[in-house]
């Protein structure tokens, strides 16, 4: 049993809050980290995390590849997210893969890897405080609250929550003027089925096409999802009558 860890947010943010800056006037401001503190931050981070959950076999680090499928899907997905790595990211990284376990799936996010190794083989609990990883049956740790089950059936219906609500953050709409609250309470009314999901994006005059491009940029993947051989994902597609 191992602690399958979002370390790509626990890098980032420890990384990021280690940052100064140094204004050295005629118009150059250096940005400035010191390696040894922002790595200990992590440390304390991946201790804190494993000491809430008690003694498992070994935490495994996810971190996204630096290519996304979903560019393919979309080529606008994420893109406003355009600023750098804080100091000292890749460096952490490094350091990191000579101490723990450190998975890096092509093309894929973390979520992704997440999904695929937590549902190859049950009995690991993802940690990540991410809400795209409740689509993932099993256990979950969102780095507060405690640990959550989530069964097969919640997580394909959060996947339908997700993809009628789109997310900002992501860059990828969902239906106009819906948010999860609104997602979830017109699926609970209608159903929640790839036909009610349809008639949600109908209802502002949107066709399948763009229902289904929100559906493969909200799913995150799972190991039936992933083709090992050719190392690419399985793009979702609705089950005959869902």
Known sequence: MSLLIDADFIVYKCCAANESEIDWGDDVIVVTSRFSEAYEMVERELYKIANDLGAFDDSILFFSDSKNFRKKIDPAYKGHRNRKKPCGYRRVINKLKTEYQVVVMP????????????TKEEGHIICSPDKDLRQIPGELYDLSDGVVTITKEEGE?????????????DGYSGVPGFGVKRAESYLSEHGYSWDTV???????????STALRNARLAKILQHSDYDFKKEQPVLWTAATGS
Do not use: N, P, R, V
């Open 107 to 118: 093309q894929l996010e973390a979520d992704d890897a997440l999904g695929i190794y937590a």
């Open 198 to 208: 349809l008639k949600a994006f109908a209802s502002k005059e949107l066709d399948e």
């Open 157 to 169: 219906q959060w996947h339908y929550i997700q993809t009628l609500a789109g997310d900002q953050t």
